[in-house]
């Protein structure tokens, strides 16, 4: 899968290149960062395009997902949802010029949708301030019904398949791809039992920008395979066969991110191995002096 589109919203220049240099960092400008560079070096060049992507949206999804959930505590621990009138229609989450995301929850009153919550996440802090609920309600924006239309058409879409019984995750951000202005909606198996880790039901929706048509749908899985023991102390890492890439995709950096653990990926389309940890993307020599630990289970996309 080709993902090439470049997000309005950019990540600090780090300058430290801890040592990376090889004939390929020549080639890069000279301020690129130190993760540029170990791609450069290290990924094989038909794939660094989609690694390095794959790192940097993995990463937003996990900070736009953490988001929505601490500010949620924050929200409850204000009794912001005390009473509220309505029937609950979800958040959103909203990138903001200094790098800090709003995040605003919706309900429908009488007929209309409107926001009734909202609080902030410190990204630097790593934390929620600004909980308070809305009172008045206020009506959404022209920015928010954009977004929450193409969430709805994503969420609507016959078939969709999601690996557990609870509600998706979802995750809605602008894009710019080569100009054209786009909404992307990633919908994500929700993870509620400790001990089991969905690893499939991930989608990867390009929307409009009006927010009114599917322009492309990518599925990451076929079938939905589930991590046993994936809160266990005792489970080094985790690991999946991989059908629908030749390299590992956002979702895997996400999921490394969000259950704190190595993910192996097996790439079928070309046989190599890749691991997934921290937020970035490595390949793995399969020789005996790097084998996988031992895993829990091992599972099939």
């Not at 997000?7 to 040592?19: K, M, S, Y």
């Not at 046989?271 to 599972?299: C, H, N, Q, Y």
Request: hydrophobic share 40%.
């Amino acid at each position: 899968m080709a993902m090439a589109f470049a997000l309005l919203i950019t990540l600090p220049v780090n300058r430290a290149h801890a040592g990376y240099e090889c004939d390929e960092t020549r080639q890069l400008p000279p301020e690129a960062d130190e993760e540029s560079r170990r791609i450069a070096c290290e990924i094989p060049e038909k794939y660094r395009s989609d690694v390095a992507t794959a790192e940097f949206v993995g990463r937003l999804i996990r900070l736009h997902d953490s988001a929505a959930w601490l500010t949620t505590d924050a929200l409850q621990a204000a009794h912001a949802f005390d009473d509220i009138q309505g029937s609950g229609r979800g958040w959103l989450t909203l990138a903001r010029d200094d790098g800090d995301i709003d995040v605003r929850y919706f309900s429908e009153q009488e007929g209309r949708i409107v926001a009734m919550a909202s609080a902030t996440l410190d990204a630097e802090a790593f934390k929620a301030r600004d909980a308070r609920r809305l009172a008045p309600p206020e009506p959404m924006t022209e920015r928010e019904q954009r977004l929450m239309r193409a969430r709805n058409l994503a969420l609507t879409t016959p078939g969709l398949g999601v690996c557990t019984k609870h509600a998706p995750n979802t995750v809605i951000v602008e894009s710019d791809d080569d100009g054209r202005q786009e909404i992307l909606v990633f919908v994500m198996s929700a993870w509620v039992i400790a001990d089991e880790a969905p690893l499939g039901g991930y989608h990867m929706f390009r929307v409009s920008a009006d927010g009114n048509t599917v322009l492309s749908h990518y599925s990451q899985t076929n079938a939905c395979p589930m991590a046993s023991g994936a809160s266990s102390e005792q489970a080094q890492a985790l690991t999946v066969t991989h059908l629908t890439s030749a390299a590992p995709t956002m979702f895997h950096v996400f999921m490394s991110l969000q259950y704190r653990k190595p993910l192996y990926v097996s790439t079928t389309q070309n046989g190599l191995l890749w691991r997934v940890e921290r937020g970035r993307i490595f390949m793995v020599r399969t020789d005996k002096d790097s084998a996988m630990p031992e895993v829990p289970s091992s599972t099939d996309s």
